[in-house]
């Protein structure tokens, strides 16, 4: 796949329900945004790419497009 055809989204959900602090990712979604290709986890900042797109949806979330 080419970079070309992937989107690089930074979650802004503001998570209120709890005690628990729940992380915001990156996530590398096909341009589409309906698969999700990897993410990279907040605190370790390294890419983890699956080995086939997984099915991917934003419902109750909300993200910003980043560039990379």
Request: aromatic share 14%; hydrophobic share 35%; with cysteine.
């Amino acid at each position: 796949m080419k970079p070309t055809e992937l989107v690089l989204l930074k979650e802004t959900t503001e998570w209120s329900e709890g005690d628990y602090v729940v992380p915001n990712h990156y996530y590398l979604t096909t341009a589409s945004r309906d698969h999700l290709v990897g993410y990279i986890s907040e605190d370790c900042r390294e890419v983890q790419v699956f080995a086939k797109p997984i099915k991917f949806s934003a419902k109750k979330r909300t993200f910003r497009v980043e560039s990379f």
